[in-house]
Each structure stands twice: as structure tokens, then as C-alpha cells.
């Protein structure tokens, strides 16, 4: 397999970061777990439940030394990320994320997952605009002795409405 570095581009392979100090070409001649930079998730960016399901698979690949451990925690957010979704072409390709992972081939893992980011789009817009908040009640005041008026919050500014993401 060949795979095109542009100067300063970082590639993860088995663990060891690549950068390239200039233009180049790398063919990988036997079998190897490798990672494009263009293709890393920054932690920040994890912001949905498949995002982070990407974050996870990531990690095993930058980091094979913690892979076990990381095995866990996908195992757990993966059950967790099942138990959100009904939508049938999710929970089917989950199925076929999860056999990927068991076999350790994590980058086809990380392919399917990614591909599914438009779905979950279109899936937590969806129940985003079923859950409109109720009408804002109008503000109250009450006035305290002395004459001084005491202002209320209205029930939207209390709590918050919409899809709350796993801490990871």
C-alpha cells in the first residue's frame, strides 16, 4: 500500500508517529495498523456519541500499548451508543464496527463509524425539533417588603433542553 505524506504531515503506524520533513511517498509492504493525521479526532471534537465511539477506536490505533484497556471502554460506550439509537442502518453497522474491533482491525472500524456521522446528524436534528421546549413562560416578578422587585427565572433558563452526550 503507498500512502502520500505532505511536508510536516504526521503519520501513525503500530504506534510510532511519522512526520515528514518533506513531500514523499511510503508503501508499507506487509501489514500494518497505520493512521493518517487528516484523520485524527481531537478530543474536543468528540462531541456525539459516534464521535467519541471514533475517538475510542482511535486510540487503540495511536496507542496499541493501551489497546486493551481502551477495549473496555469501547465495549461500554458501544452497549451505551446501541441502547440510544432505533435507527435499523445504525444499529446494523454498530453490529459491524463491533466485529471489526474484535479482530482488531480498527481503521475499517473507524471507516464504518465515520460514514455514519451524517445519519446521526440528520437523527439527533430530527429528535432535536420533537423536543422543542415548551412556550417561555412569562417572567414574573415579586416584589419583596420594601417595595424591591425580585426577579424570577423562566423554566427554559433553568434547565436545559436537548440530546445530553456520555462523559468519557
Known amino acids: ?17 511519522i512526520r515528514a520533513e518533506k513531500k ?3 508503501e508499507l509492504l506487509n501489514d500494518a495498523v497505520f493512521l493518517l493525521e487528516a484523520h485524527v479526532l481531537q478530543p474536543e471534537e468528540a462531541t456525539t456519541p ?5 475517538f475510542i477506536l482511535q486510540t487503540m490505533i495511536i496507542d496499541p500499548a493501551s489497546a486493551g484497556a481502551v477495549q473496555d471502554m469501547f465495549h461500554l460506550v ?5 441502547s440510544a439509537f432505533s435507527t435499523r442502518e445504525i444499529l446494523v453497522r454498530l453490529d459491524e464496527v463491533e466485529v471489526l474491533a474484535r479482530d482488531a ?11 455514519l456521522y451524517p445519519i446521526e446528524a ?16 412569562a417572567e414574573r416578578s415579586v416584589e ?3 417595595g424591591r422587585p425580585v426577579e424570577r427565572m423562566a423554566d427554559r433558563e433553568r434547565f436545559h433542553y436537548g440530546p445530553q452526550l456520555a462523559a468519557i
Not at 500500500?1 to 508517529?17: D, P, S
Not at 459516534?50 to 471514533?54: D, G, T, V
Open 1 to 17: 500500500m503507498k500512502i502520500g505524506l505532505k511536508a510536516g504531515e504526521r503519520l501513525f503506524i503500530n504506534g510510532a508517529v
Open 24 to 26: 514523499t511517498n511510503i
Open 50 to 54: 459516534l464521535r467519541q465511539l471514533y
Open 78 to 82: 458501544l452497549g451505551s451508543i446501541k
Open 105 to 115: 482491525r480498527w481503521f475499517e472500524a473507524m471507516k464504518v463509524v465515520r460514514a
Open 122 to 137: 440528520s437523527v439527533m436534528l430530527a429528535e432535536k425539533s420533537q423536543r422543542t421546549p415548551p412556550a417561555r413562560p
Open 144 to 146: 419583596r417588603p420594601g
